[in-house]
């Protein structure tokens, strides 16, 4: 558009130094300035498209950026209590296996005294 501004600035400036006297170039100067105001409006149009098009994939990333980082961190939060949960069934287990070794010993100690009370 400043072109344009320009263009027409240089073209009123050559009618006021009487150089530009013949109506017929002027008319066709008038016209190249309409179709380069046209074709810089069409490339305008289309580059606030593209523009508008990168913009809504760039949301979209976004979103999609943020929806797997909130995935990730409920996968975490899983990780932790499935951790926990793992700890809390290693020591329930080791407890229960310490616990049927001393009923085992008992039972050996008691099945010692009965073999041995007998003969």
Not at 79 to 105: P, S, T
């Amino acid at each position: 558009m400043k072109l344009i501004a320009t263009m027409e600035e240089i073209i009123k400036g050559l009618e006021k130094n009487s150089r530009l006297r013949d109506s017929s170039c002027e008319v066709e100067l008038h016209e190249l300035i309409h179709q380069i105001d046209v074709m810089v409006s069409c490339k305008n149009t289309e580059w606030e498209q593209h523009s508008q098009s990168l913009e809504t994939q760039l949301e979209m990333r976004e979103l999609e950026l943020n929806n797997m980082q909130t995935c990730l961190e409920q996968k975490h939060h899983e990780v932790g209590k499935l951790r926990q949960q793992l700890e809390d069934f290693e020591n329930f287990h080791r407890e229960m296996i310490l616990k049927y070794k001393e009923r085992l010993k008992s039972f050996k100690s008691d099945v010692s005294e009965i073999y041995f009370t007998d003969i």
